[in-house]
């Protein structure tokens, strides 16, 4: 089975500039997590959704970031404009249904804002 | 708030041989849910364990066990017969159980752990 599918895996760009990553969760999974991962804050929750509805967006940083989940197979994480500040890597997470059930991670994109 | 703290940032071991990561969490929940986590420099995130708070036996997943003392609140993950392989960073991670939507995973900061050769 596919696991959880991040793209682009690195990116490079310039401030300002407008980012997007993207996710595609394991087929049959309801739930979908960004997290961001830094050296100085460890992984933090970004945003979930829960059938395709944001419910949790307590973590996203200001309103350069933006999250969207248009259908159960596709998710985006936008930031603009991008800041030096945001360079990390941001995972995509997915699970199924029952508590117990584990969050299942993609592989991040690592994210270089020059 | 729920907040996991892994207060070791690094360990190393001597392959074959057993080691300990010490997680501790806190909250006000009876129904949770830990988990680790192992990051290798691949940067994957890989589920080792998981532990239903409910469960009063620990557990285990081949090399892997756990040491759940829910009154301490205390976590730790043993690593037995330790191989090169399991060098990495490990991450305690905590999930609120009660009912409704799946939740968020709040992580420690992780523990760098080395196995010598």
């Known amino acids: 089975d596919a696991g959880v599918i991040q793209s682009p895996r690195h990116e490079v760009t310039e401030m300002g500039q407008e980012v997007t990553l993207r996710c595609k969760p394991i087929s049959g999974h309801n739930s979908l997590f960004w997290y961001r991962q830094t050296m100085m804050r460890g992984l933090e929750l970004l945003i979930y959704f829960n059938n395709n509805v944001p419910i949790d967006d307590s973590g996203m940083p200001e309103d350069r970031f933006s999250a969207k989940m248009p259908n159960a197979s596709f998710s985006t994480l936008k930031i603009q404009p991008s800041e030096p500040r945001d360079s990390a890597v941001y995972f995509c997470a997915s699970s199924f249904g029952q508590r117990n059930q584990p969050q299942h991670f993609g592989d991040g994109t690592r994210l270089s804002i020059l | 708030a729920q907040t996991v703290t892994q207060s070791q940032p690094e360990m190393s071991v001597q392959e074959a041989e057993t080691v300990t990561l010490s997680c501790t969490y806190d909250t006000s929940e009876s129904d949770y849910y830990l988990f680790w986590y192992k990051q290798p420099p691949s940067r994957q995130m890989i589920l080792v364990i998981r532990?239903?708070?409910?469960?009063?036996q620990n557990a285990t997943e081949n090399r892997f066990s756990v040491n759940f003392q829910k009154a301490a609140k205390s976590f730790s993950l043993k690593i037995s017969d330790s191989q090169l392989g399991d060098a990495a960073m490990y991450f305690c991670a905590y999930r609120s159980g009660p009912t409704g939507a799946n939740s968020k995973l709040t992580f420690g900061k992780g523990i760098t752990l080395s196995v010598r050769p």
């Open positions: 532990q239903e708070a409910y469960k009063q």
